[in-house]
């Protein structure tokens, strides 16, 4: 009896094939959220995985560079992550050094902005009392003694996100050595656990998706070098000191989305009140909030999407969706993703990889090659020290 005989003639065909495309929607559904929620529960794992993969592929072309010009892969890598530290750090010792520098001079002006404020809730239209003003501070410093217990329990728990921080900052260490050191070697015991006929089709698409996250990753520091030297402009031309510090703070909030932006939008626009008065303040939050309405607007979805080939709408959709199942990470992490789904989604209907052959016994069959390449050159690198160590003995 044929398919079209067992169904239901009371059943219109539209309705069979909503209720056809409702299941399995419904089983997709379940499905992601089932791997959200795992992925939740190991976010600790996950992030710094994330992050590391990020940053592979970042330093990757220059492993790729060094290798090329005579280094030795491990010397290579090694030589990529001195050069990312170093450049970290050189932008970290500028925000400290000229922080520092002009920490004294910003104190004083912030407790005569302080001393001054008080002075106008004084007199009129608001004629506060002032005594009443620090009667309330007294008052906070009592409810603080009162609370010592819980305010220790916070700083336990704030210690704890410390920790937790620094050993996810240790693991993405860890994974960012292995990835650019052994990276085709991890990837290729990830494929070993797939059948063979979809090892092809599953090995282009990969490498698709990592080509996307990379032009990602660059295309990124890209837009947050723009929203650092439009803000640092901006304060230059309302004649702020600490302009170099304020860009790098720009530049390194930029890859924090939302938060980094309003932080430090908020300490650019402290300084100008401090030096410049309420009216410099109010034109530094409007720079910041054009620079982020540029880089939100139009360098986002208009780079960005060119970059990764996703349209900018989509780009804006998959920052809000991560946003708000996941918060920041979720926000930083949307992008990449959604970039590199389409490529493989992109590289799987293509068919590219139909008539390739499987990638995995290729690649072992080199390994092996060089394994033995290897163990040949130890052992004429022996050979040649015992002989060296015959002839000194000799000549004794």
């Known amino acids: 009896m044929s398919s079209h005989q067992n169904q239901d003639p009371m ?35 996950v992030i710094p995985l994330l992050v590391a993969i990020l940053l592979a592929a970042l330093l990757q072309p220059l492993v790729a560079s060094f290798q090329h010009s005579g280094m030795p892969r491990g010397v290579a890598v090694g030589a990529a992550l001195l050069a990312f530290f170093a450049g ?9 050094t000229q922080f520092s520098s002009g920490f004294d001079d910003l104190w004083i002006r912030t407790q005569h902005l ?15 009392d002032i005594k009443h003003l620090n009667l309330s501070m007294s008052q906070v410093l009592k409810t603080v003694e009162e609370n010592q217990g819980r305010i220790w329990t916070g700083a336990l728990g704030v210690a704890s996100g410390a920790a937790s921080f620094l050993a996810g900052s240790l693991l993405t260490i860890f994974s960012l050595i292995f990835l650019l050191l052994d990276g085709k070697r991890i990837w290729y015991w990830v494929l070993g656990f797939l059948p063979a006929r979809a090892h092809a089709a599953v090995d282009t698409a990969a490498r698709a998706g990592w ?3 990379g032009q990602y ?10 929203d650092a030297v439009g803000i640092a402009l901006g304060a230059w031309a309302l004649g702020l000191p600490l302009v170099i510090p304020i860009g790098v703070m720009v530049f390194l909030g930029s890859f924090i989305p939302f938060m980094g932006a309003i932080v430090t939008g908020a300490i650019a626009a402290l300084i100008a009140l401090v030096y410049n008065g309420p009216t410099a303040a109010l034109i530094m ?35 809000s969706t991560g946003a708000l199942l996941a918060g920041i990470p979720g926000a930083l992490f949307a992008v990449p993703l959604a970039a590199s789904a389409n490529a493989i989604v992109n590289s799987l209907v293509e068919g590219r990889w139909r008539g390739m052959s499987d990638p995995l016994p290729k690649y072992h069959r080199q390994r092996k090659t060089r394994e033995v390449a290897k163990q040949r050159l130890r052992r004429m690198r022996a050979q040649r020290a015992t002989a060296l160590m015959r002839g000194n003995n000799g000549s004794r």
């Open 88 to 96: 970290v750090g050189v932008l970290v010792w500028l925000i400290v």
């Open 217 to 226: 990753v660059r295309v990124q520091i890209f837009v947050a070098f723009v």
């Open 114 to 128: 302080y001393h001054e404020a008080l002075r106008v809730l004084a007199g009129a239209p608001f004629n506060v």
């Open 285 to 319: 939050i409007g720079i910041v909030l054009l620079v982020n309405q540029i880089e939100g607007h139009i360098l986002q979805p208009l780079v960005m999407g060119n970059a990764v080939q996703v349209h900018p709408l989509g780009v804006v959709l998959a920052v």
């Open 11 to 45: 059943v219109p065909r539209g309705m069979r094939i909503a209720a056809a495309w409702s299941w399995r929607l419904i089983v997709i559904g379940v499905a992601a959220a089932a791997l959200i929620w795992l992925i939740s529960r190991v976010s600790v794992l």
């Open 211 to 213: 080509i996307s996250v």
